[in-house]
T-cell receptor, first 118, second 108 residues
């Protein structure tokens, strides 16, 4: 299955600033997913990033607040813009992980970025 | 109403006990995934189910498509099984909708 390197692992940021989170995958993948996990809650999908096209955002998330880049099939970034304390969450990227030649698959997740906005 | 609902929210067990976590999902979900989130936040994919039953070690996952219900069982539970277990429904475009998670604590 794929291996994802996500960074930074954590950061403390001032309100009004922006933070860019990077995910590097060790293999080419068509879709990358970005999730947010607010304190004490489960994950919520922010957007799906496809290479060569604009990301598809879920209801409640907009490109101006969470711009995403997907320059190639192994890399993506998520920027949290104009941050406020309400943006304090764990942000994770994920890819579908399919064993070659098999129909079984799962998802591989990055280790997460723990963001605190003060 | 969430498309994926799981129960219980919290579960405490003694080492060796048989554990069951339940998940109900709504129409439009093509596959059901079970994930494990460790205290440090890392998430591991355990199972993908579209029918039947799967087993890996002490973990067993079942799905009833007619009833839109899935269960995750842990046999002979161990303190190292302590984690948050999450069921997630896969919808169009391989997108996942997550349940609220079950915090499992296994005491020695």
């Amino acid at each position: 299955s794929a291996v994802i390197s996500q960074k930074p692992s954590r950061d403390i940021c001032q309100r009004g600033t922006s933070l860019t989170i990077q995910c590097q995958v060790d293999s080419q993948v068509t879709m990358m997913f970005w999730y947010r996990q607010q304190p004490g809650q489960s994950l919520t999908l922010i957007a799906t990033a496809n290479q060569g096209s604009e990301a598809t955002y879920e209801s409640g998330f907009v490109i101006d607040k969470f711009p995403i880049s997907r320059p190639n099939l192994t890399f993506s970034t998520l920027t949290v813009s104009n941050m406020s304390p309400e943006d304090s969450s764990i942000y994770l990227c994920s890819v579908e992980s399919r064993d070659r030649g098999r129909t079984n698959y799962g998802y591989t997740f990055g280790s997460g970025t723990r963001l605190t906005v003060v | 109403k969430n498309e994926v609902e799981q129960s219980p929210q919290n579960l405490t067990a003694q080492e060796g006990e048989f554990i069951t976590i339940n998940c109900s999902y709504s129409v439009g979900i093509s596959a059901l995934h079970w994930l494990q989130q460790h205290p440090g936040g890392g998430i591991v994919s355990l199972f993908m189910l579209s029918s039947g039953k799967k087993k890996h070690g002490r973990l067993i996952a079942t799905i009833n498509i007619q009833e839109k219900h899935s269960s995750l069982h842990i046999t002979a539970s161990h303190p190292r099984d302590s984690a948050v277990y999450i069921c997630a429904g896969e919808t169009s475009g391989s997108r996942l909708t997550f349940g609220e998670g079950t915090q499992l604590t296994v005491n020695p």
